[in-house]
């Protein structure tokens, strides 16, 4: 039997995670935190039960190397949907262990400092996958699947739109904090004529499939884009759209506030962070839930030609946890055992994942 360590285990992200393990494998699965209690308390609720031998709640601070290099040994995979800030402890008690981690925290400061250990971890013959965007391994799989229908690839872009129930989410300020950073570290920019640059329009209308009408989209770019670039370069655009926030945070709280937030004032910070939990939370939407969207524009044999996937769930959290998992399920499976530091999905295999996803409840458009 398997034994999956999972570092925020109770988290929204970790528990969904949790979920699936539980409900979809025969794994002991390790639920750590500094809250024991919140643990405990996701072991009754997905077992009914105060304990089970497949759920061990693990009390642990992950800014502990020591105490992670404990809880790590005996482990076959380490999951890692904490905070940006254990990243350095984590990182050292991984290389440490030698076992392999799939670390779901997208961070620009992180993914930058794993670069310089890319041929020390390989060294260890460690998997490190990482996450390039808030939906790991998603945008590479996705426009891999339906890349060669084109002789010819105009525009690649995806939308996303989510739409979180925060009146029904749990946020700690950390967690909120760390949400904020996300968007406020990520640049805007898209791939044009084979370069990344800043776009003209940092925002557009949109129209996603089902809903019921154009929204506007601000442009983010992810390190996750960057690869697909680098796979792809005969793209002629590539860019990355998100609709996630209310307009009255976005326009008037985000934009003004930019530069005292990335100038790491934290007070401030943390005012505007839980400024965007009461803006949120006192409002509600016609439905709640996560798309992300990929539309590709190019030419068959010198045709025009139109191909979409659309991914939906009405779990915000379900869509990447359900992608997280999947990806989890090959490197302990070692369907590919590549050592050394990868993006997440990078080698996966499209038509087996979104079959996967399909039958974990993710609707699967493909137009």
Not at 154 to 175: G, M, Q
Not at 199 to 222: A, G, H, T, W
Request: one cysteine or more.
């Amino acid at each position: 039997m398997k034994k999956v360590i999972i570092l925020g285990g109770y988290g929204n992200l970790g528990s969904a995670i949790t979920k699936l393990f539980f409900l979809n494998t025969d794994c002991t699965i390790y639920i750590t935190g500094r809250n024991f209690k919140k643990a405990q308390n996701l072991i009754q609720k997905l077992s009914g039960q105060i304990s089970n031998e497949r759920l061990i709640p693990l009390e642990l601070d992950c800014l502990d190397r020591k105490g992670l290099i404990d809880a790590f040994q005996g482990k076959d995979l380490i999951i890692n949907a904490t905070l940006p800030e254990t990243f350095f402890s984590i990182k050292e008690a991984v290389i440490e262990s030698g076992i392999s981690i799939l670390d779901l925290v997208n961070s620009p400061l992180k993914n930058k400092s794993l670069e310089s250990f890319d041929q020390q971890i390989k060294e260890m013959g460690i998997e490190y996958r990482r996450s390039g965007s808030y939906f790991p391994g998603l945008p590479t799989l996705m426009l891999r699947y339906l890349v060669n229908d084109f002789s010819e690839l105009e525009i690649a872009n995806f939308y996303s739109l989510v739409r979180l129930n925060w009146k029904e989410t749990d946020f700690s300020e950390e967690s909120l904090e760390s949400y904020l950073d996300l968007f406020l570290q990520t640049k805007q920019k898209i791939y044009k004529n084979r370069n990344w640059v800043s776009p003209e329009d940092r925002e557009v209308q949109y129209q996603f499939p089902y809903y019921e009408k154009e929204i506007s989209c601000m442009n983010l770019y992810f390190p996750e884009l960057k690869n697909i670039s680098d796979e792809y370069p005969q793209i002629g655009e590539l860019g990355f759209y998100f609709n996630g926030f209310r307009k009255l945070f976005e326009h008037i709280l985000i934009k003004p506030a930019g530069f005292i937030l990335k100038n790491n004032y934290s007070v401030i910070k943390s005012l505007f962070a839980n400024i965007l939990f009461m803006v949120h939370k006192f409002i509600s939407h016609s439905f709640y839930g996560t798309y992300l969207h990929l539309d590709l524009r190019g030419k068959v044999d010198g045709k025009a030609q139109r191909r979409s996937i659309s991914l939906y769930h009405n779990n915000s959290y379900f869509l990447p946890a359900a992608s997280s998992f999947s990806i989890a399920l090959e490197m302990l499976n070692d369907e590919i055992n590549q050592p050394g530091l990868s993006y997440i999905g990078k080698n996966s295999n499209p038509e087996d994942f979104f079959e996967n996803l399909s039958k974990l409840g993710i609707t699967v458009i493909i137009l």
